[in-house]
């Protein structure tokens, strides 16, 4: 029984990943997009205005997949060090099991396309506090007198700067990726802010 046939936009999506992840943005036409997504380059067009909107949409679709993982099975009735280390573990099976989509988001962060989502992100707030489960967690840490008080970019980079430099370096056969050097990892990143 064969699954039914993905829809264009799906279908371009999917080809730009391939594409970004293994050869870059500037290196990943839209005629080859296309190609790759078995459709022609005026239908990506019918999608998105231009590469720029078809690697945003792209991120959102990559970042989603990402900030749903991180959410699932994420219990606030643990204490907070539990809570944060749980956090970091799913972050780093995520991505390492997901090679091109952390390949694409190392890249979008990276760029000029990135920088601008990252601070909007970082910064989002709802009733004068940032949102995001990120910033909850290390909010929520201040406020409890639990991690030191530190600006909340300082945070994502403790956080995921190691995360980035394990998972690349698991995924180019560098060092195992274990579950005990992923516990590590996880104390590391927690000891580094704690109070």
Not at 29 to 53: E, N
Request: hydrophobic share 40%; charged share 20%; net charge negative.
């Amino acid at each position: 029984m064969s699954s039914a046939p993905k829809n264009t936009r799906t279908a371009i999506l999917d080809a730009a990943l391939d594409l970004f992840s293994e050869h870059g943005f500037h290196s990943s036409p839209i005629s080859q997009i296309a190609t790759l997504a078995g459709v022609g380059v005026g239908s990506i067009y019918r999608y998105f205005s231009d590469k720029d909107a078809l690697i945003h949409a792209l991120y959102e679709k990559v970042d989603g997949s990402l900030q749903c993982a991180m959410k699932e099975n994420i219990s606030t009735s643990v204490s907070m060090d539990l809570h944060f280390k749980y956090f970091v573990r799913c972050v780093v099976h995520y991505l390492y099991s997901h090679p091109k989509e952390f390949r694409f988001l190392e890249q979008y962060h990276n760029s000029p396309y990135g920088i601008n989502e990252v601070q909007a992100k970082i910064l989002q707030q709802d009733d004068g506090r940032p949102t995001g489960l990120c910033s909850e967690i290390f909010l929520n840490g201040q406020q409890e007198g639990i991690i030191k008080k530190l600006p909340l970019p300082v945070y994502i980079s403790m956080l995921f700067g190691p995360v980035s430099y394990m998972v690349r370096y698991s995924l180019s056969g560098y060092t195992a990726l274990d579950d005990t050097i992923i516990q590590s990892l996880a104390d590391a990143c927690w000891n580094a802010i704690k109070a």
